[in-house]
T-cell receptor
Framework: AQSVTQLDSQVPVFEEAPVELRCNYS??????LFWYVQYPNQGLQLLLK??????LVKGINGFEAEFNKSQTSFHLRKPSVHISDTAEYFC???????????FGTGTRLKVLA | NAGVTQTPKFRILKIGQSMTLQCTQD?????MYWYRQDPGMGLKLIYY???????DKGEVPNGYNVSRSTTEDFPLRLELAAPSQTSVYFC???????????FGPGTRLTVL
């Protein structure tokens, strides 16, 4: 079975500052990893995903994440945030050979002017 | 393409009533999913389907049923609604199990 932990429920950050949203997972099998973003009153949209290959994954809107197998982490980063990045961010894991995603509890990013 | 659409957007039910949440996609996704989202709890998988005629339980299936008679439609049925089923429900579709999941706009359900 897989599980996901998002360590921070809320992260306030000033505009143009860097941000890191943390995600740790556990799994007895190899995994695929995903970050989704949810803007208010909307469904989720994919930011980026790691399936295999390079451990540094670049996504939309300037976000990137690094897969660290030894630390079982997949932290999301952005070097300079905008007000429009204010949203909730979800990390998700899928065990290879399964069809199910397991989502974390989410991190609410609040970008301050 | 409309993508993944859900109806209704909002619904209030009384305890013990039943209803069906509709989900339709026009992207020819094989994989479809139903999630519920509760505050501070993230998304929990209720049921999923890997193709027409094939469905399976997720993490929290109790109190729900699904069917997948066509590729396009994946309705979620609530029988005997309970206050614990108050939540926001999202339907999603994807081409493969590792493909991007495309989410619908959600249905906000309140059971009183």
């Amino acid at each position: 079975a897989q599980s996901v932990t998002q360590l921070d429920s809320q992260v306030p950050v000033f505009e143009e500052a860097p941000v890191e949203l943390r995600c740790n997972y556990s799994s007895s099998v190899s995994v695929y990893l995903f970050w989704y973003v949810q803007y208010p009153n909307q469904g989720l949209q994919l930011l980026l995903k790691y399936l295999s290959g390079s451990t540094l994954v670049k996504g939309i809107n300037g976000f990137e994440a690094e897969f660290n197998k030894s630390q079982t982490s997949f932290h999301l980063r952005k070097p300079s945030v905008h007000i429009s990045d204010t949203a909730e961010y979800f990390c998700a894991v899928q065990g290879r050979g399964t069809y199910k995603y397991i989502f974390g509890t989410g991190t609410r990013l609040k970008v301050l002017a | 393409n409309a993508g993944v659409t859900q109806t209704p957007k909002f619904r209030i039910l009384k305890i013990g009533q039943s209803m069906t949440l509709q989900c339709t996609q026009d992207m020819n996704h094989n994989y479809m999913y139903w999630y519920r989202q509760d505050p501070g709890m993230g998304l929990k998988l209720i049921y999923y389907s890997v193709g027409a005629g094939i469905t399976d339980k997720g993490e929290v299936p109790n109190g729900y049923n699904v069917s997948r008679s066509t590729t396009e439609d994946f309705p979620l049925r609530l029988e005997l609604a309970a206050p614990s089923q108050t939540s926001v429900y999202f339907c999603a579709g994807g081409g493969t199990s590792t493909d991007t999941q495309y989410f619908g706009p959600g249905t906000r359900l309140t059971v009183l």
